[in-house]
């Protein structure tokens, strides 16, 4: 099959797995892999990008990629159920094809990061592409270009909270502090394997981080947990260009054309998603 | 380069022939409006009429255009795999365009045509078609192109330039495709020096009719965020209706939409035009819709074009001051109001 | 009609200055000729913006859906019927609203005199019962009865039919005319005829919803032709989209169109579109002797049953 270099023809991908991260089966993490293997190798990416993901007959979406660089052959997407094409989606088979178009976007800035701390601050599902992050970093290549890595991340319930598995083992590690926490513990939660906090995630950032010295910071979550937790970082000493924020808009091409993400003079899809609170003060944005 | 001179039933008997052979796309009027479509038999150019309804820029960018096609048998090995709708890129021909409507490809060709990004269609489109350019001697009093960058006369985007003298025209090449084609039509006369004085003149009056005019000199300065927190946005503008009218009308609007449709058992990912006015525009998949009142689309549309546009690619607004928006409004927001309080601001 | 302007910026100042309204509704003379600007004014200083002519086409009560403040708001005998209806269908609350009835004499049709005239009209003034067009070189006085609107020339009720307040003396109402006319001219036709002509109106249609979003009566949050799940008719220009959209929204329309014209006035591309929606009224009338929008009192026709209907499609 031809490699074609039209931007909005995907690379097909069949479903390999599908892993149910909710109780409400509202969350399901995909894991592709490509039929052609120069569309793999075409598709280098960093963490922090995005794939806009193709289901012939409902239409696009555009979902962080999970998965990390350092995990060859396949790629992870965590997708909420929502809307049409999320539905149908939702509903598909191991051994399902579909495609995949990317990556796009671009990515935390990895150089910026290296000989820094680094915090992760992360919200309900919006935690995809940290967790690219997270593995990405704790990969033994990358590892020691990074400093203390504390990870926060905060959900509505336990059951809310996506990649079970791998926190609980990256709660056990030593080369990472991990400071998870859920809104509320409801009662048929299941007793955590790992220490885990009551509260809204601005609070335990505000406990547990102490200091922004040398540290960059990526916040991805939803508006209302960015808004409380930037006063918070401030206040311990973040300055804004070392926030680091993922925006979320409504993406059609996903390739800076169609004109609907913009933010100001920037497109989301294109100049973003990610960028530093610095930047975001500058833009005209409606949020 | 080639400058001559047609009469005019010389000149549209040549377009008739070309049209025989190849797509000639020019003004047709259908009664109480003219718009650019494919001439057929007997259709009769309308080279008369100011400005047409709506912009020619669905000729490069059509309203609704096919991107790929894919079939949803599962019996099938092709399932689900989308292949690229064939296109037909032969060179077709666009007659009558107005300075403004060449311009704007211009202004349109830098969010299509990017050093990341390219798209196909609109790049195909554009460089298979040769634009013959009319220019106009007279504005009307919703034209303003000379306060964007543009002039009656202006011969940016244009293959050839015509000249209406009265009873001929004068064709002037200004590209190589553009002196292509007019070797390839042949005929006319060789352009005299009293004809090109004439045209010199015609060029001066045309340009001093522009009598509507817009000032954009503030606009750099002003800070975005500054800007957009000016109160003016809040309830100047409650008549609008959100329609498409302005975007769809608009030469340099380009906001598309991708849409799949399906029947039975084949399916086609398609693009439509889409308008930043409709309130559905940014509505994301939770549910939240970051533009649902009405002040935020308007000012985004005037941002865009004010802008966010000029401070992007140092091209000037994002507007060739055609006048169609105005003109179409069914509320009257006037773009060159909006354009006076957005430069008269300060903070 | 001109006259009126004065009356109209007293009453608004006045409503505005003694708080019965915080808002008022009227229109500012537009920037173009045939054109003017709907205008959501709240302070009294503002009242002098407002203008009143024949060209004041589009329904004033588009702008009073889901409002919560206290408005002031012209309204003309179509658009009042308008108001009416909003009552009737929840979209406002008659204590919040002074209506300002404007006895109405006729919009002029401003694609009629620019085909009249050869050359761009740049100025428009009305006096008395005469509307002049000027442009670079020529001027031409019309009768404004002369050159109104199609749906203007046969209109039913020109006085409003509800209003807590008039800014003129009531006009007399058209006699002898027969509103159906034109729908009459279509019924005759045979049904490929119909067809073809139904398919060339609606071919130069650009899917701009200028049409849907003019109408005071299409309010619904989301609109079936925005809906995505499941999708009822594709955004394309393809022409069977386009004519379903039409179709069904003049079916929307049934037993709550007033006949104000809006819709065409505000379509860029000039499409007949009462076409359609002229039937429907007609059929409401032939069938069920109803007229929306004349009363606040009775139901819409849509919510009511009454043994009588018409019955003969059951079979």
């Known amino acids: 099959m031809m490699k074609s270099t039209n931007v909005y023809l995907p690379y097909p991908v069949k479903i390999e797995e599908i892993i149910v991260e909710t109780v409400d089966r509202g969350l399901r993490t995909f894991k592709f892999t490509f039929l052609n293997k120069e569309d793999e190798e075409a598709f280098a990416f960093m963490p922090g990008q995005f794939a806009e993901i193709s289901v012939p007959g409902y239409g696009e979406i555009p979902i962080g990629i999970a998965s990390s660089p350092t995990e060859k052959g396949f790629l992870y997407f965590t997708v909420q159920k929502v809307g049409s094409v999320t539905s149908y989606l939702h509903n598909m088979k191991e051994g399902d094809i579909l495609g995949l178009r990317g990556p796009l976007g671009n990515y935390y800035p990895w150089e910026e990061m290296k000989g820094k701390n680094v915090v992760i601050i992360g919200g309900g599902c919006a935690f995809s592409t940290l967790r690219s992050s997270i593995v990405y970093m704790l990969d033994p290549a990358n590892r020691s270009d990074y400093g203390d890595i504390d990870v926060v991340y905060g959900a509505r319930s336990m059951d809310h909270l996506i990649y079970k598995d791998e926190i609980i083992s990256w709660t056990k590690r030593d080369d990472i502090n991990m400071h998870i926490t859920v809104d509320a513990f409801l009662k048929n939660d299941v007793k955590p394997e790992w220490r885990c906090s009551q509260g809204f995630v601005p609070s335990i950032v505000e406990e547990k981080i102490k200091t922004g010295d040398n540290t960059m910071a990526i916040v991805c979550g939803p508006p209302v947990m960015i808004k409380f937790t930037r006063p918070i970082l401030q206040k311990i000493g973040f300055t804004d260009e070392n926030i680091i924020l993922s925006l979320e808009n409504r993406m059609k091409c996903g390739v800076g054309m169609c004109g609907r993400c913009n933010c100001g003079s920037k497109l989301v899809c294109h100049d973003g998603p990610v960028f530093t609170l610095a930047e975001l003060n500058e833009m005209a944005a409606d949020l | 380069m080639i400058e001559k001179s047609y009469k005019k039933d010389e000149w549209q008997g040549a377009l008739a022939k070309l049209a025989k052979e190849s797509r000639v796309i020019a003004p047709v009027n259908g009664g109480t409006h003219s718009v650019f479509k494919t001439l057929e038999e007997g259709d009769v150019p309308d080279f008369k009429s100011s400005k047409t309804r709506l912009s020619p820029k669905s000729v490069v960018f059509p309203q609704s255009e096919r991107m790929f096609e894919y079939s949803l048998d599962e019996e099938s090995e092709e399932n689900g795999i989308l292949k690229e709708a064939k296109k037909d890129y032969a060179e077709k021909f666009v007659a009558g365009i107005r300075p403004c409507d060449a311009r704007s490809f211009k202004l349109v060709q830098v969010n299509f045509d990017t050093p990341t990004y390219k798209d196909p269609w609109w790049i195909n489109n554009y460089e298979s078609t040769t634009f013959i350019g009319q220019a106009c001697n007279k504005a009307c009093s919703t034209c303003f192109c000379t306060s964007t960058g543009g002039s009656p006369f202006g011969e940016e985007g244009l293959d050839v330039v015509t000249v209406d003298m009265g009873d001929s025209f004068l064709v002037k090449s200004v590209t190589d495709k553009g002196e292509k084609l007019l070797n390839t039509i042949g005929g006319g006369a060789d352009a005299t020096d009293d004809m090109k004085t004439k045209v010199a003149e015609l060029e001066k009056a045309a340009v001093a009719s522009v009598k509507s005019e817009i000032k954009t000199d503030n606009l750099k300065e002003l800070k975005e965020t500054d800007l957009f927190e000016a109160d003016f946005w809040k309830d100047t503008f409650d008549g609008c209706i959100n329609c498409g009218g302005c975007t769809f009308s608009c030469p340099t609007c380009w906001c598309f939409d991708i849409q799949d449709e399906v029947q039975k058992k084949e399916g086609d990912r398609i693009r439509n035009w889409d308008s930043c006015m409709f309130p559905l525009f940014t509505k994301h998949g939770m549910g939240h819709n970051p533009r649902d009142q009405k002040f935020q689309r308007i000012r985004q549309r005037f941002m865009h074009k004010l802008k966010y546009y000029p401070d992007k690619y140092d091209k000037g607004i994002m507007c060739v001051g055609c006048g169609r928006c105005v003109e179409v409004c069914p509320a009257n927001i006037d773009i060159r109001r909006v354009a006076e309080l957005m430069n008269n601001y300060s903070k | ?315």
């Open chain 3, 1 to 315: 009609m001109v006259n009126y302007t004065d009356k109209i910026r007293e009453t608004a100042k006045r409503l505005l200055n003694d708080g019965t309204v915080d808002t008022f509704i009227g229109y500012r003379k537009g920037s173009l000729p045939f054109v003017n600007n709907p205008a959501i004014i709240h302070n009294a200083e503002e009242a002098d913006e407002l203008v009143w002519d024949s060209n004041c086409a589009l329904n004033l009560c588009n702008y009073l859906t889901n409002r919560t403040d206290k408005i002031g708001v012209l309204a003309t005998g179509c658009n009042s019927r308008n108001i009416a209806m909003h009552l009737k269908e929840n979209k406002i609350k008659r204590e919040q609203l002074v209506i300002v009835g404007v006895p109405c004499t006729g919009m002029v049709d401003h694609r009629a005199v620019k085909g009249m005239v050869d050359g761009e009209i740049l100025e428009v003034t009305e006096a008395g019962e005469e509307i002049t067009v000027k442009g670079d070189d020529f001027e031409k006085t019309f009768k404004t009865a002369d050159v109104l609107q199609t749906n203007c020339q046969t209109c039913a009720h020109r006085n409003p039919v509800i209003f807590d307040e008039l800014v003129a003396d009531e006009v007399p109402e058209l006699d002898g005319v027969n509103q159906y006319a034109d729908v009459e001219a279509v019924e005759a036709q045979s049904d490929e005829e119909k067809w073809q002509n139904f398919e060339n109106i609606f071919e130069s249609c650009i899917r701009c919803y200028a049409c849907r979003n003019a109408c005071p009566l299409c309010y619904c949050p989301t609109c079936f032709v925005d809906e995505s799940k499941p999708q009822w008719v594709g955004k394309s220009t393809d022409p069977t989209d386009t004519m379903t959209f039409h179709f069904l929204r003049a079916f929307h329309m049934a037993g709550r169109c007033t006949d104000c014209g809006a819709c065409e006035r505000a379509c860029p591309v000039d499409i007949p579109l009462r076409y359609l929606t002229k039937k429907l009224n007609k059929d409401a009338k032939d069938i069920y002797d109803y007229e929306s929008g004349t009363n606040v009192e009775d139901k819409a026709l849509l919510d009511t049953y009454k043994p009588t209907d018409l019955n003969d499609f059951i079979r």
